[in-house]
């Protein structure tokens, strides 16, 4: 086989592979299964609430319990994926992703939904984790930027189609269909990844002189300018857009007495703007950093409009969703380049520096999810200045990381 890595050719796998299409869709597939199964949720919140009869703290935990799960979750992964290989891993998160969906499906209780959330997001960060792992694996350079700004594109309208979905399901049949929906589309990944993703672990990531504890390492990736700089931009940016996705349902329906479809359809907009921003970045030079600070500052001047029109008394649905929209752009177009700057920082290491991006990025994310729902007020004011200091200080982690 081929062992060029040439964008639509085939990857540069050690043995048999699928070809190249579908290896893109299982990829594809595989990175977007756990932003879905988050986003079909989130439109189910008001009508958790009445069922439940939960404050919105106890329902802000739905989302940063599950933001948490998803943080530990992936800094293990990343530790199994270089020991013991990407595809048994993957195999361990799809069923810990479907059983999680039906236990929500059928939970009697409001203990049991928080349960089912944090096995949900535990299962789906696999997905995410190993799967850019594997990109790593078969490419490399600035192709690695490139190949993963195309499959953050291209995942983004699963989940840009399945909030809006989210919302007719649980207007339709309630929010128990949301979690039914899940169950299957995490059962058909499980399958699909049985039978078409092979192994991508190179010998020497098995190897490494890194160490063989499934956190052996960490210190090093933590000591590294490199992987600082870009790892907490990517984590202040990832709270600043999902603090909004979280609190921005119970806002839009209490606040605007819109339904739950009528806020999936908003969010697409967030999810096109993102989308959008990653097949931008596709399109970068290998230099990309200059046009990344640009961006994270766009963000920023966004931000601050928003807490603005929000001290200013300015509530409407337009001052609140347009700036967020900018958000998701930014943070679109500058996820693919940040994250392989992460993720390659130090050879050999790559699962675990994936893990470990993603667990102080969720956890970072759920601290302020939980944040934003102490302070909540009824007002945007709470939401708006969480997300203008995250993006804030996304731009101070960019610029204090070398170029790469």
Same mark, same amino acid.
């Given at each position: 086989?081929?062992?060029?890595?040439?964008?639509?050719?085939?990857?540069?796998?050690?043995?048999?592979?699928?070809?190249?299409?579908?290896?893109?869709? $299982?990829?594809?597939?595989?990175?977007?299964?756990?932003?879905?199964?988050?986003?079909?949720?989130?439109?189910?919140?008001?009508?958790?609430?009445?069922?439940?009869?939960?404050?919105?703290?106890?329902?802000?935990?739905?989302?940063?319990?599950?933001?948490?799960?998803?943080?530990?979750?992936?800094?293990?992964?990343?530790?199994?994926?270089?020991?013991?290989?990407?595809?048994?891993?993957?195999?361990?998160?799809?069923?810990?992703?479907?059983?999680?969906?039906?236990?929500?499906?059928?939970?009697?209780?409001?203990? =049991?939904?928080?349960?089912?959330?944090?096995?949900?997001?535990?299962?789906?960060?696999?997905?995410?984790?190993?799967?850019?792992?594997?990109?790593?694996?078969?490419?490399?350079?600035?192709?690695?930027?490139?190949?993963?700004?195309?499959?953050?594109?291209?995942?983004?309208?699963?989940?840009?189609?399945?909030?809006?979905?989210?919302?007719?399901?649980?207007?339709?049949?309630?929010?128990?269909?949301?979690?039914?929906?899940?169950?299957?589309?995490?059962?058909?990944?499980?399958?699909?990844?049985?039978?078409? $993703?092979?192994?991508?672990?190179?010998?020497?990531?098995?190897?490494?002189?890194?160490?063989?504890?499934?956190?052996?390492?960490?210190?090093?990736?933590?000591?590294?300018?490199?992987?600082?700089?870009?790892?907490?931009?990517?984590?202040?940016?990832?709270?600043?857009?999902?603090?909004?996705?979280?609190?921005?349902?119970?806002?839009?329906?209490?606040?605007?007495?819109?339904?739950?479809? =009528?806020?999936?359809?908003?969010?697409?907009?967030?999810?096109?703007?993102?989308?959008?921003?990653?097949?931008?970045?596709?399109?970068?030079?290998?230099?990309?950093?200059?046009?990344?600070?640009?961006?994270?500052?766009?963000?920023?001047?966004?931000?601050?409009?928003?807490?603005?029109?929000?001290?200013?008394?300015?509530?409407? =649905?337009?001052?609140?969703?347009?700036?967020?929209?900018?958000?998701?752009?930014?943070?679109?177009?500058?996820?693919?380049?940040?994250?392989?700057?992460? =993720?390659?920082?130090?050879?050999?290491?790559?699962?675990?520096?994936?893990?470990?991006?993603?667990?102080?990025?969720?956890?970072?994310?759920?601290?302020?999810?939980?944040?934003?729902?102490?302070?909540?007020?009824?007002?945007?004011?709470?939401?708006?200045?969480?997300?203008?200091?995250?993006?804030?200080?996304?731009?101070?982690?960019?610029?204090?990381?070398?170029?790469?």
């Amino acid at each position: 086989m081929s062992k060029s890595n040439t964008l639509g050719s085939a990857p540069a796998y050690d043995h048999e592979a699928p070809s190249p299409a579908v290896h893109v869709a $299982l990829l594809t597939t595989l990175f977007a299964i756990g932003p879905v199964a988050f986003q079909i949720f989130l439109p189910a919140l008001p009508g958790l609430s009445a069922d439940f009869h939960a404050s919105s703290s106890v329902l802000a935990l739905t989302v940063s319990l599950a933001t948490l799960s998803f943080a530990l979750a992936a800094l293990t992964y990343g530790g199994l994926a270089d020991k013991f290989g990407r595809r048994p891993t993957i195999l361990i998160g799809m069923s810990l992703l479907t059983f999680g969906s039906l236990l929500g499906a059928f939970a009697p209780s409001m203990e =049991v939904l928080l349960l089912a959330r944090v096995l949900q997001s535990a299962g789906g960060a696999a997905g995410i984790v190993v799967s850019r792992a594997i990109v790593v694996d078969v490419y490399h350079g600035s192709e690695i930027a490139r190949v993963m700004s195309r499959l953050v594109a291209a995942m983004m309208i699963a989940p840009m189609l399945a909030t809006p979905v989210g919302g007719a399901i649980s207007d339709a049949v309630g929010w128990r269909g949301n979690f039914v929906a899940t169950a299957v589309l995490a059962a058909m990944t499980l399958l699909l990844s049985l039978r078409y $993703l092979p192994e991508t672990r190179k010998a020497h990531t098995a190897n490494s002189a890194h160490g063989d504890g499934l956190f052996a390492g960490c210190g090093q990736l933590l000591r590294s300018r490199a992987y600082l700089g870009f790892t907490a931009n990517n984590a202040l940016f990832m709270a600043a857009n999902t603090v909004f996705l979280a609190a921005a349902p119970l806002l839009l329906a209490t606040q605007y007495k819109l339904t739950s479809f =009528v806020i999936g359809v908003i969010y697409i907009l967030g999810a096109l703007m993102f989308a959008l921003g990653a097949y931008a970045s596709a399109r970068l030079p290998d230099d990309a950093f200059p046009a990344v600070v640009k961006a994270a500052l766009l963000a920023c001047v966004a931000s601050a409009a928003a807490l603005g029109l929000a001290l200013g008394g300015v509530w409407t =649905v337009a001052a609140i969703v347009l700036p967020a929209a900018v958000v998701s752009f930014v943070v679109g177009f500058t996820g693919p380049t940040v994250q392989s700057g992460a =993720v390659s920082a130090i050879p050999g290491m790559q699962g675990k520096a994936s893990g470990m991006l993603m667990f102080l990025s969720s956890a970072l994310t759920a601290a302020m999810i939980q944040l934003e729902a102490r302070l909540s007020d009824g007002s945007p004011v709470p939401l708006t200045a969480i997300v203008a200091l995250c993006c804030f200080g996304a731009v101070v982690a960019l610029v204090t990381a070398p170029r790469r």
